[in-house]
């Protein structure tokens, strides 16, 4: 399975329109991919609050801009097209952080609002609502999606609770600040190490809203070992997964198996996400 990471250098000086085009032209570049997947908000930018209500758009390939463009750039490519997160308007007014995954004929095939949202009283944490649900997707081959989004990537129980629901791939979308680089590359390691899973996470690159961002999107096998590291400008970073390796892991070094606290309900396939029988 491979995998296009692409992190984005969200610029201020470029329109969003112009932004929407010119990264519908690098989706359609990596039709060799499998799975392509971009970065947290990278329309307006993850600390460009005064712009969330204003560019929020529909979920919706017939109604937003976003959506329908990434929809085309999903199916000319030939891709599974994880195309980052959006400030989705709900037809209630609600704002989310939202997270859009494409099929590679283009249907909208899973959402995913964010569900911790970052600020501290502030930005994101007042202007978005929470999203409620855990969102998996299962794509050829064996390999299931966990879905999750930036600050998510500091709260280990979610990761638990893909886990549980099957996952073995998670997909994690940021717009994560360079002073805090340190913690993004520890807390991805962590949570493939104890999850025994992949982590796909992608960041945005540049300056906006007078925050640098950290870039290094980073790819970790079930092991915890860093199989690619993007640097801390605009980049594609493509790697090769098998997703056999998450049951292999799993079963070679059954940690998951010894679980005592937190566990799940039986109808959550959890020991299917194990590797047990």
């Not at 085009?21 to 060799?32: G, K, N, T």
């Not at 329908?68 to 750039?73: F, Q, Y």
């Not at 989004?149 to 280990?156: A, K, S």
């Amino acid at each position: 399975m491979r995998v296009s990471l692409l992190q984005i250098d969200v610029d201020p000086a470029e329109s969003v329109e112009a932004r929407r085009d010119r990264v519908a032209e690098l989706v359609r570049a990596q039709s060799a991919s499998d799975l392509v997947v971009l970065p947290e908000l990278w329309t307006v930018g993850a600390f460009a609050s005064d712009l969330f209500a204003a560019e929020a758009e529909a979920a919706s390939v017939d109604a937003g801009p976003t959506a329908g463009l990434m929809s085309a750039a999903a199916a000319e490519a030939g891709v599974w097209l994880h195309a980052g997160s959006i400030p989705e308007r709900t037809a209630d007014g609600s704002l989310y952080n939202t997270s859009l995954l494409f099929s590679p004929d283009g249907r909208l095939h899973r959402t995913y609002r964010k569900i911790h949202r970052f600020g501290f009283d502030r930005g994101e944490a007042v202007l978005m609502s929470a999203g409620e649900e855990i969102v998996t997707a299962e794509l050829p081959g064996a390999a299931v999606l966990g879905l999750a989004t930036c600050y998510d990537l500091r709260f280990p129980e979610l990761f638990r609770l893909l886990v549980d629901a099957g996952a073995g791939i998670f997909v994690i979308p940021a717009g994560w600040p360079e002073r805090r680089r340190e913690h993004w590359t520890l807390l991805a390691k962590a949570r493939a190490i104890e999850s025994q899973a992949y982590v796909l996470a992608v960041g945005t690159a540049g300056t906006h809203a007078g925050v640098e961002l950290a870039g290094h999107s980073i790819a970790v096998d079930p092991w915890g070992a860093v199989l690619a590291e993007a640097g801390p400008g605009e980049e594609v970073l493509t790697v090769d997964l098998d997703p056999a390796l998450v049951a292999k892991t799993r079963a070679d070094f059954p940690v998951l198996r010894d679980r005592l606290l937190g566990l799940p309900s039986p109808d959550l396939g959890s020991r299917r996400a194990q590797g047990l029988p």
